[in-house]
């Protein structure tokens, strides 16, 4: 049992390319989340999504677009990627919306030079 | 505006003490309430929750109180050990429709000294 799995869990890149991270999860969540932590800030909702094929913005979706093709898979991309992206993001999940306890990944620590 | 606040960004406590984590709201709206729980290069892992209809909840060691009327809660840790060193994150929901978001503090690093 994986789990939530977030893939990669490192990556540096430089301003202005673009790449993905990927979340899967075999624990049947419907709904996903995808956050960010930065020192000081705590955790940060960027996007989420209620069910397969649906999405909605966050509390800072600005930078991002997310993709909920399958539910086992929530994708998060960066088009063109900034030094303010540099951050630690984390996959939630859960099952249900009468589910109170996210089921978080490990993270993904991003670098933007 | 940060609708759930933890004041503290760290805190040392002695191996065997208590340890008290405190949280507060803005959002009347919230009625359930969980703490996490960070070790470095690890995600989040749910440690305990209250609901808004009770004051008090425990489970071992760990205990978490809510104070409606004052917006608060807190995390206590009795007896502190070790291996409790670690982030700890409150976080909220709003109960009803739209309830799919938890709002989180910016956390309290917590160092328990041997």
């Known amino acids: 049992n994986a789990g939530v799995t977030q893939t990669p869990k490192f990556r540096v890149l430089k301003t202005g390319q673009s790449m993905t991270l990927l979340c899967a999860q075999d624990?049947?969540?419907?709904?996903m989340y995808w956050y960010r932590q930065d020192p000081g800030m705590g955790l940060r909702l960027i996007h989420y999504s209620v069910g397969e094929g649906t999405t909605a913005k966050g509390e800072v979706p600005d930078g991002y677009n997310v993709s909920r093709l399958k539910k086992q898979n929530f994708l998060l991309g960066l088009e063109s990627a900034a030094p303010s992206q540099t951050s630690v993001y984390f996959c939630?999940?859960?099952?249900?919306?009468?589910?109170?306890?996210?089921?978080f990944g490990a993270g993904s620590r991003l670098t933007v030079l | 505006d940060q609708q759930v606040k933890q004041n503290s960004p760290s805190l040392s406590v002695q191996e065997g003490r208590i340890s008290i984590l405190n949280c507060d709201y803005t959002?009347?709206?919230?009625?359930?309430f969980l703490w996490y729980k960070k070790y470095p290069a690890e995600g989040p892992t749910f440690l305990i929750s209250i609901s808004s209809i009770k004051d008090k909840n425990e489970d071992g060691r760990f205990t978490v109180f809510l104070n409606k009327s004052a917006k608060h809660l807190s995390l206590h840790i009795v007896p502190s050990q070790p291996g409790d060193s670690a982030v700890y994150f409150c976080a909220a929901r709003p109960g009803g429709s739209g309830s799919y978001q938890l709002t989180f503090g910016k956390g309290t690093k917590l160092s328990v000294i041997p």
């Open positions: 624990m049947n969540h419907e709904y």
């Open positions: 959002n009347s709206m919230f009625d359930y």
């Open positions: 939630a999940g859960k099952v249900d919306s009468g589910a109170n306890v996210l089921t």
